[in-house]
């Protein structure tokens, strides 16, 4: 079983980065794919990207695409989302995931960390 731990969240204006990162504990990321997801106030907790980690294969939501960018460490087992050009909608809860299969479906991955507050201001 994987723990997984987000750290990197705050407050950032309009236009801004942010860099998140999601570390691994307990076993490595090998033979998963490691997920970020999001949640706004209510709304559904929706997919942002992720990354096929034997491989380095990544893929984006439309509203983040060109934005976003996901990289790996592998000999630390950390995934990191970097988030550039940040927007108010962007404002959310971001949490990292871990999974056997490249889906867009959260009920798919396994394993969730804690979750981390992005919030952006106008």
């Known amino acids: 079983q994987v723990q997984l731990v987000e750290s990197g969240g705050g407050l950032v204006q309009a236009g801004g980065s942010l860099r998140l990162s999601c570390a691994a504990s307990?076993?490595?990321?090998?033979?998963?794919?490691v997920a970020w997801f999001r949640q706004a106030p209510g709304k559904e907790r929706e997919f942002v990207g992720r990354?096929?980690?034997?491989?380095?294969?990544?893929f984006y939501a439309d509203s983040v695409k060109g934005r976003f960018t996901i990289s790996r460490d592998n000999a630390n087992d950390t995934m990191y989302l970097q988030m550039n050009s940040l927007k108010p909608e962007d404002t959310a809860v971001y949490f990292c995931?871990?999974?056997?299969?490249?889906?867009?479906?959260?009920?798919?991955?396994?394993?969730w960390g804690q979750g981390t507050q992005v919030t952006v201001s106008s």
């Open positions: 307990g076993r490595t990321f090998s033979g998963y794919v």
């Open positions: 990354v096929i980690w034997s491989i380095g294969t990544t």
């Open positions: 995931a871990a999974g056997a299969a490249a889906t867009l479906i959260r009920g798919n991955y396994d394993y």
